[in-house]
């Protein structure tokens, strides 16, 4: 064996340097376990009966963290503004924060101060065990609930079982009552746009004529009714459109939909179908629109179908006509939901 030391600098951290030829021992001393040091809830029953006030304070978190979303829900809804909604959001997501923040800090307490702290090997096994081996994890399994104590402490079992029970509620309660109509699921499938309604620029609100729009323009559309809509940030939010006029001869339509467009003139929803960003950066030369999120590509010379990136299905497109005095108007509201796919979608 070639083995040198490093002279090093004097201060007794020498390093030892094999080099190729060095052969490897082949079998290390297993080192073992420290030894056990006994917790204090182990060895003091006041201290176990102070970590259980504890875990059931964290769990009690938790359930007030629960009634405190749902009634934030009721009471406070996001309203019409920026500011209202900030508030209703924020005490949304603080009730939830609270809610699973005092069950996962409540079970991790609980497993480190009161549960079994024994060390335990396991040997690396195939994957189905034997039929013994599942037996014994049966028994371990019982042994464990055995540890936890949740047959000998009531109050912390009744604890555990209401704030698992409680959760569910922060995401059932809005989604059954869609109470404020925010989260009801029938929603997301219709904007504001009617048959008539016209295309106005946005943020200005004027309405837009046919012959104003020139070939290779974009247009920011918004409809003209929004403000008769209860929420009009949301409204807007969901019915914002782009419009552009390409030469007609550039133009692939689908059978079905031949008429949803005007002298070459599209309209698509803005909110891209990955998961809602703005799609609005729009390339004349090859008629692609871009979402600056996650860089999802859609041709509006073709149906705004996707020609890259992670998005999977086209833009949906507003069916637009123009009205007597050459005002363009929606035929209808879009016939699709807009914005990212969603449980309840069918396509
Ligand atoms: S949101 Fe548009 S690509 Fe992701």
Request: charged share 20%; aromatic share 6%; hydrophobic share 40%.
């Amino acid at each position: 064996m070639s083995t040198q030391q490093n002279p090093g600098n004097g201060d007794g951290n020498e390093v030892v340097v094999h080099d190729a030829t060095t052969p490897i021992p082949a079998h290390f001393e297993n080192p073992g376990l420290p030894p056990h040091k006994a917790r204090q809830a182990d060895v003091d029953p006041r201290a176990a009966k102070r970590a259980e006030r504890q875990v059931v304070a964290l769990f009690t978190i938790s359930i007030i963290g629960t009634i405190g979303m749902i009634v934030a829900y009721a009471l406070v809804p996001p309203g019409d503004t920026p500011g209202s909604m900030r508030q209703s959001n924020f005490l949304l997501g603080l009730g939830l924060f609270l809610s699973l923040m005092g069950i996962g800090t409540a079970a991790v307490h609980w497993a480190k101060t009161l549960m079994n702290d024994h060390e335990k090997v396991e040997m690396r096994h195939t994957q189905r065990s034997s039929d013994e081996t599942r037996e014994a994890a049966v028994e371990v399994l019982k042994e464990g609930a055995e540890d936890s104590g949740i047959g000998r402490r009531g109050v912390l079992k009744g604890a555990v079982v209401t704030a698992l029970a409680l959760f569910p509620l922060t995401i059932a309660v809005p989604l059954v009552t869609g109470v404020g109509g925010t989260w009801n699921v029938g929603e997301l499938k219709h904007t504001i746009w009617r048959k008539g309604v016209r295309l106005t620029t946005d943020p200005a609100g004027r309405p837009i004529k046919a012959a104003d729009v020139t070939i290779g323009s974009v247009f920011h559309v918004i409809p003209e009714n929004l403000d008769e809509a209860p929420h009009k940030l949301e409204a807007k939010a969901k019915a914002v459109v782009l419009l552009v006029r390409l030469d007609p001869k550039d133009l692939t339509e689908a059978e079905d939909r031949k008429g949803w467009s005007y002298d070459g003139i599209v309209a698509y929803s803005k909110i891209c179908t990955h998961v809602g960003c703005p799609v609005a950066l729009y390339e004349q030369q090859t008629h692609h629109l871009l979402c600056p999120c996650h860089q999802s590509t859609f041709d509006v010379a073709d149906g705004a179908k996707v020609v890259f990136g992670p998005a999977k299905r086209p833009l949906p497109q507003l069916p637009i006509e123009v009205d007597d005095d050459g005002y363009l108007v929606a035929q209808s509201d879009f016939l699709e939901p807009v914005g990212p796919s969603f449980w309840e979608r069918l396509k």
